[in-house]
């Protein structure tokens, strides 16, 4: 694990306590810490997680452990201003979501799980986003965009700061 | 059912429908008025066993009866956990209420809290809906507010906190007991059962879980009766011992290639036909369906020529589908290839596997790699064989795994197979025309990539 400066801010590092008398172990803190984080930073770098583990009274490899079962929060560099979910599940796939990913992908220049190189977007795969009466749609931060066409896709993204 | 009323969707649509303001003005929280005033929590355990509700979050075990689970004058805590984890694919029913009506949502988790005297209840929802995460946390604040939450509800002596818990884009934190790990802030690894979580569940305690839907269901039987809710549905089954019926409202989901994809309230039992036709609008560009997952992916395919089927717990059984699941209906038209469907269902399926057990981890793997191959025009009939014993040996009910994930994973691949055969392999010859017929094992190919 990293040996590098801190990374919580005292900020997040209030936020993070404030959530331990919720529950009855400090582990349960472990998913809102991680989200409290990468909300703010964008990643969850190593040195994160053994500040996160130091918090709550747990081994760097508990909060690693958990943090990996998910693809959701990365590690080695942050994530684009935007990340742009792309649904790829049924009802979505079956209203053109596998073309529209492979439209993203190559207007963008990026795989699925990478960011642009001016760091605006990171293009992910999702699976179903519980929104399939908009099929096939997006999930840009916190934006969900319905029912999306190649064109409105393109003008999506070149609005985008 | 032609004068059949929306309960559960009458808010939804309505200006500032997400507010306490509005929801009062409709008789919102009356309802936990009432019981907070005389009501004794077996009085409601009991008006929720004897309205036969079911679980909508996908099993569909009876409400009532998982309360009276939990251990008799337990001295505590009791945990209540609301399963809003909904990410079964074609499933959107919870994040409607959530967004459009929290308060009912809320009103609902209170009653069913004081009905299993849990003092703190975890609402888990997918970390994918901001929207409904806004809207519930803002209408949390104003329970706190009216003082329909916190120390000593409306002078009850009850107390109750409700904390917001968000997932973090995985599928398996839906089944109970990976929620409940989730939760516990580990990876979301379902447990072994038994132990319930009625008996050991979060933080080992005993723990009720229930989904978003079903604790709406309860604010309506506590409001409208026992006698309304059962009025509603389909009673059981003379011919099936252990059929409970399928009483009440269900918010069922229409998308895929329907000219108007939504969610409905309808009672339960309407066919797979009538909801199409009759809220769906039909099949979209004038076509003719081909086939229709009938409760989210995991329960398999109707064909066409099934959609008679009543979408009720024990409905699409009998057409040889897992069962209800989410009432989630997706649509395909006669242009759909099955083997599309198919590998979308596999490829779900191998990314959602939490990976704990072995045949379910493998199989769902070996399942995408397998119709990878035929998509890309290098499958053999045999590989069909390959596929159906993979369906017919992942799951709960074969008995070699832990989870449900895995039956999930098989129903899609055992029905298509069985209902769509001749189509599979027309497909296989037609890209493979030089090595259909081949029965060697073939190395897996390098060539092609999953996505
Ligand atoms: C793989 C899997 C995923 C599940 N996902 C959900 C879900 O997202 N929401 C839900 O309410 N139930 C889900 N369930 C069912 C839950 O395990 C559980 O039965 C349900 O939350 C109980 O609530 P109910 O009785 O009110 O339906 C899932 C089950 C399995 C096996
Ligand atoms: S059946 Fe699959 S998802 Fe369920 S516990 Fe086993 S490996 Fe995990
Ligand atoms: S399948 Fe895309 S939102 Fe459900």
Redo the contacts with the bound molecule.
Sequence with gaps: MSTGGRVLTDEMVEAIKAFIPRYPSKQAVTLPALHIVNERLRYVPPQAVVEIAGLLDLAPSQVQDTLSFYGYFKQDQPHGRCRLWVCRSISCALRGADDLLDHLSHTLHVQPGETTPDGRVTLEYAECLGACEHAPCMLANDQLVKSVGHQQADEFVKGLP | MPDFQPTLLAQVGKPESHTRRVYEQSGGYQALRKVLKGMAPKDIVETVKSSGL????????P?GL?WTFLPPNHPGPIYFCL??????PG?FN?RILMEDDPHQVLEGLIISCFATQARVAYYYM?CEYPLAFERTTAALAECYEAGYLGQNILGSGYSLDIYMHRGAGA?????????IESLEGKRAW?RIKPPFPAVEGAFRKPTV???????ACVKQIVERGVDWFKSIGIPPDPANPRDAGSYGPKLYCLSGHINRPGCYEAPLGITCQDLIDRFGGGIWKGRQAKAAIPGGI?MGLLKADEFHCPLDFNGPGKFGCLGLG?AAVVVMDETTSMVDFLLNSCRFFSH?SCGQCTPCREGTHWATQMMTRIKHGKGRHRDLDLLAEIGETIGIMPGTTI???A??AAWPIKNCIKKFRQELEEYIRRTNPTGWMETNPVPALELVGIH
Excluded: M, W
């Design positions: 079911r679980g909508r979050g996908g099993a569909g075990f409400t998982k399963n809003a984890d909904e990410s079964e499933t919870n997918r599928y398996i934190c839906g089944e109970e007991t990976g929620l379902p879980v229930n989904n978003v839907e079903t604790v995991s989410t959602e989870c449900g994930l039956d999930g």
